[in-house]
């Protein structure tokens, strides 16, 4: 089955302690993103990679880090979370170029205390 | 970037009901997708619709993308169809889809 999984799905954690959000999809996309959703605030785009090794930053990268070391993986790192990076986290995949369809993950809800 | 417009922003309708919700954009797009956000937090993938029309079951959307809009509709409404619908569209010079600040529905049965 065509997928994107991501891991955990719920984590509470307190500040200043690095974690690791993974993010895996099966359909051998180049292009991988992770968006974080905030009440009045929507969707918005923290980083993006469009193949291996090629990463840039989206709308709202501070805080965070990624590596794309794999085409089927995209894990989100939090260096030292903080309170305000708590959220409901999406990675979405696609094939690159000229607009195709994205598909997304269950969301990561991640709370710091 | 592109801005995104939904409308309207809340609606509530009994069970059995249909209904149309609207999103309007700014700029030039290469897709279109609509989701549905569940109580659970999930996004679901309706559509992807660059242009034209799609029908799913009880559910269709159109896009014109000439005029920057897409349209989502829902026949014979469910109390399962509750949750909130965005439209996101990805603009023709990006990577990242923009989505609007959705619409709330709630089914009442």
């Known amino acids: 089955e065509a997928q994107v999984t991501q891991n955990p799905r719920y984590l509470i954690t307190v500040t200043g302690k690095k974690l690791t959000v993974t993010c895996s999809q099966n359909m051998n996309h180049e292009y991988m993103s992770w968006y974080r959703q905030d009440p009045g605030l929507g969707l918005r785009q923290i980083y993006y990679s469009m193949n291996v090794e090629v990463t840039d930053k989206g709308d709202v990268p501070e805080g965070y880090k990624v590596s794309r070391k794999e085409k089927r993986n995209f894990p989100l790192i939090l260096e030292s979370p903080s309170p305000n990076q708590t959220s409901l986290y999406f990675c979405?995949?696609?094939?690159w170029g000229g607009g195709y369809e994205q598909y997304f993950g269950p969301g990561t809800r991640l709370t710091v205390t | 970037g592109i801005q995104v417009e939904q409308s309207p922003p809340d609606l509530i309708l009994q069970e059995g009901a249909n209904s149309t919700l609207r999103c309007n954009f700014s700029d030039s797009v290469n897709n279109l997708q609509w989701f549905h956000q569940n109580p659970w937090g999930q996004l679901i993938n309706l559509f992807y619709i660059p242009s034209g029309t799609k029908q799913n079951g009880r559910l269709s959307a159109t896009t014109v993308a000439t005029e920057r809009y897409s349209l989502l509709y829902i026949s014979s409404s469910q109390t399962t169809d509750s949750g909130v619908y965005f439209c996101?569209?990805?603009?023709?010079?990006?990577?990242?889809?923009?989505f609007g600040e959705g619409t709330q529905l709630t089914v009442n049965p």
């Open positions: 979405a995949s696609s094939t």
């Open positions: 996101a569209p990805l603009e023709t010079s990006g990577s990242r889809l923009t």
